[in-house]
């Protein structure tokens, strides 16, 4: 079985140091961290809470973070079983912009995706390429897009939703700190 871990992280870091205004980038603009917090719950239970924080230079291009795991997927075709891949895990791009009194548009884009097994299955050892495509993988995946007005420190529960199969709450919390 092939199994592909990829991380990619395309984005500018700030200094630890404090900068001064004329070190500081050109057009007055900031670094930024923006960190969202993803917690699923059922009913009273926290199942479980991932955090994911990435740096943002507004007026710059999207920051990106990819973290995951390709799965193979068995597809029929015709006599024969082939394996495509799929990404599975956390996509995330983040653009802000400055708007006033020391506010920013915070625009994010979000993908969670894991494994979801319906039931036992032998190990994958023991089953043949056809068997495979009869029990190829459940895929569960949380996408969203939105947009925060923010101010520095400031966190808002931006996103909630339920899945419709297992009843389990997501949120996702995002947090804006400007870096000195």
Do not use: W
């Amino acid at each position: 079985m092939h199994a592909g871990i990829g991380l990619l992280v395309l984005a500018t870091a700030a200094s630890p140091q404090e900068k001064g205004e004329a070190e500081r980038p050109q057009g007055g603009t900031v670094p930024l961290k923006v960190q969202l917090v993803v917690t699923k719950q059922l009913g009273d239970k926290k199942i479980n809470s991932l955090a994911y924080s990435i740096p943002c230079h507004p007026g710059d291009r999207k920051a990106t973070l990819k973290l995951g795991v390709e799965v193979p997927v068995p597809v029929r075709k015709a006599e024969a079983v082939e394996f495509q891949y799929r990404n599975v895990g956390a996509n995330l791009e983040c653009d802000a912009r400055p708007v006033s009194e020391g506010r920013f548009n915070v625009r994010i884009a979000f993908e969670h995706s894991s494994l979801y097994a319906p039931g036992e299955k032998t190990a994958l050892g023991e089953l043949t390429p056809e068997s495979r495509a009869v029990n190829a993988p459940f895929f569960r995946t949380s996408m969203s897009q939105f947009s925060a007005m923010l101010r520095d420190g400031q966190t808002l529960q931006a996103v909630t939703g339920t899945d419709p199969v297992t009843g389990e709450v997501t949120a996702v919390d995002v947090t804006l700190t400007v870096l000195k």
